[in-house]
């Protein structure tokens, strides 16, 4: 019942940037984080960053200084404005919602498809 589309992302040489968007839709209830995720070959699954629904933002210690997470609450959208891309930054990245289920205390997570971020040398 709840859907997250993103897009933004592509193939783009060291030193570039790129703008990811992430939009949810479906049955969604008292969103709690919103957030960007990567995963590289070989690598585990690693939070890039993420905000709370009072604004306070986290980020990984690698993008910090490069990267930007920001929304747009009334299109449910969630953004990461990546500059200064790295190699070392090439990976699927993958937009996360975390919101209480409706009638419920409990929360549920919800994932994106995914979109490449390719940065070349």
């Known amino acids: 019942q709840v859907q997250l589309v993103e897009s933004g992302g592509g193939l783009v040489q060291a030193g570039g940037s790129l703008r990811l968007s992430c939009a949810a839709s479906?049955?969604?209830?008292?969103?709690?984080?919103m957030g960007w995720y990567r995963q590289a070959p070989g690598k585990q699954r690693e939070l890039v960053a993420s905000?709370?629904?009072?604004?306070?933002?986290v980020y990984a210690d690698s993008v910090k200084g490069r990267f930007t997470i920001s929304t747009d609450n009334a299109k449910n959208t969630v953004y990461l404005q990546m500059n200064s891309l790295k190699p070392e930054d090439t990976a699927v990245y993958y937009c996360?919602?975390?919101?209480?289920?409706?009638?419920?205390?409990?929360?549920?997570?919800?994932w994106g498809q995914g979109t490449q971020v390719t940065v070349s040398s």
């Open positions: 996360n919602l975390l919101a209480r289920v409706p009638g419920t205390v409990s929360q549920g997570s919800y």
């Open positions: 479906g049955n969604i209830f008292s969103i709690n984080t």
């Open positions: 905000v709370t629904r009072g604004g306070s933002t």
